[in-house]
């Protein structure tokens, strides 16, 4: 038997993924958690077969949570499930450990597959996904100026990009508004930008954000 643990903020999401494992003899959403914290107290009690890990829960992130999975259960494989696109996290996601990269919109018989494969050893990532992580090993490749952000920062900066204000991205990520200031701050000054419109020009031009 398959044993999953889900962690996503949206109970609707959760309840959604277990209906559709639900359908399958040899697979059992064991746990869900709402948050890291929840997710790694949940880590400590039990053992499972794969982490089903959204990117965008409140407090620490989908990627910082898969850095200390990867960290303390570095066997354990884990399925990053997100509504972004992979220009946006999936390289971040599987160079920081993940075993497999897959949007929210997709067939739910995909992600039964993507999930034994990955239980059985495998990866799974898109075509377009392994050719952007061909291009990234290679050594003279030049980092674009958002790759050198911090998976905070970077996550930061397409929240403000999409538009949200400073108090609305503060709800979103559970921290200070003054915090997010200084994200701001630090954002601007390594992408060499003085405002919120060349942080949105920059990422539409590459795709970091969806209109």
């Known amino acids: 038997m398959i044993k999953i643990l889900i962690a996503d903020d949206h109970a609707i999401v959760r309840a959604g993924l277990k209906q559709i494992v639900s359908q399958e003899k040899d697979i059992i959403a064991a746990a869900e958690a709402a948050d890291a914290s929840e997710l790694m107290n949940l880590l400590k009690q039990d053992t499972y077969d794969i982490v089903i890990l959204d990117i965008n829960m409140p407090g620490k992130s989908g990627l910082e949570a898969l850095k200390d999975i990867r960290s303390e259960y570095p066997d354990l494989p884990v399925l990053i499930l997100s509504m ?85 991205i503060a709800g979103i990520l559970t921290i200070s508004a003054h915090t997010i200031y200084s994200y701001r701050s630090r954002i601007l000054e390594k992408l060499h930008m003085k405002t919120n419109v060349e942080l949105t020009q920059y990422a539409l031009q590459n795709k970091l954000i969806e209109i």
């Open 84 to 168: 972004y696109n992979e220009d946006q996290y999936g390289l971040r996601a599987i160079k920081a450990g993940a075993s497999g990269y897959l949007k929210k919109g997709s067939a739910p018989e995909e992600l039964v597959t993507a999930v034994r494969r990955i239980v059985s050893g495998g990866k799974y990532i898109s075509q377009y996904l392994a050719e952007k992580m061909a291009d990234s090993l290679q050594e003279k490749r030049n980092l674009l100026p958002h790759e050198r952000l911090s998976d905070r920062e970077y996550q930061v900066m397409c929240l403000i990009a999409s538009g949200k204000s400073v108090d609305e």
